[in-house]
């Protein structure tokens, strides 16, 4: 059965806000959600990250335990996690590109971990568009 995880992290220190920093974490990342067969969009937001993936159970779990390990995040904490019909995240990882004015207006001005799933849902496949 097909689940859909959606969560949010602290960024620690510099992750994500350069591109050396993205690259290795979407090289990582796509590789092992490829193997996985994980779909995954992610996105960066201030010192927030927040993802969505989307895979057979034990391989989110397993993803899941490789992210609260990972020294670049902290506070994960996890908004939604539920069975879905259908794929809506079919690449391993997709970065999307959103500016900070951009998502600080969509999101009222909260903090990522205080939007509903479907909010940060919307917000990803948004700026996904976007960036196609």
Avoid: K
């Avoid at 193997?35 to 989307?54: P, T």
């Avoid at 989110?60 to 879905?84: G, K, N, S, Y």
Wanted: hydrophobic share 40%; glycine share 6%; aromatic share 4%.
């Amino acid at each position: 059965m097909l689940h859909r995880i959606v969560f949010v992290s602290q960024a620690v220190g510099q992750t994500g806000q350069s591109v050396q920093s993205l690259a290795q974490i979407l090289g990582v990342s796509e590789r092992n959600n490829r193997r996985d067969e994980i779909g995954a969009a992610l996105l960066f937001h201030g010192d927030e990250i927040v993802q969505v993936a989307e895979g057979a159970r034990v391989d989110l779990d397993r993803m899941l335990r490789r992210v609260v390990a990972d020294p670049r995040h902290a506070e994960l904490e996890v908004i939604d996690d539920r069975p879905v019909m259908q794929r809506r995240y079919r690449e391993p990882m997709r970065l999307c590109q959103a500016d900070y004015r951009s998502v600080t207006d969509r999101s009222g001005g909260r903090r990522l971990r205080d939007m509903t799933a479907l909010e940060l849902e919307r917000l990803i496949t948004d700026c996904s568009l976007q960036a196609a």
